[in-house]
């Protein structure tokens, strides 16, 4: 996941928690300054969710995401005994 912030900052690492304010917790981050000329690696960080301009997203997290609610839907169906 790469999240830049409004100040231009940008933090690529795995992401571990997210809540509905978008505040999010990533580990294995690396920083890289607004000029792109200094990086930092970090073990994890925390981003509040204001501060973020926006979110990229890897190619296959939503297909995967696509799958799983799917297969979610059907175990509820065999659950309240489908249709």
């Given amino acids: ?3 830049e ?3 231009g900052d940008t933090y690529n690492g795995r ?3 997210c809540d509905s304010w ?3 917790n990533l580990r294995e981050v690396v920083c890289t300054s ?3 000329d200094r990086f930092w690696k970090l073990p ?3 981003i509040r969710g204001s501060a973020i301009k926006y979110l990229r997203l890897p190619p296959d997290l939503l297909e995967k995401a ?3 609610s ?3 839907q059907q175990q509820q169906q065999q659950f309240r005994g489908g249709r």
Avoid: E, H
């Fill in 1 to 3: 996941l790469l999240v």
């Fill in 34 to 36: 607004k000029d792109g």
């Fill in 66 to 68: 696509k799958v799983a």
């Fill in 70 to 72: 799917q297969q979610q």
């Fill in 22 to 24: 978008m505040n999010m």
């Fill in 44 to 46: 994890s960080c925390y």
């Fill in 5 to 7: 912030l409004k100040g």
């Fill in 15 to 17: 992401l571990v928690s």
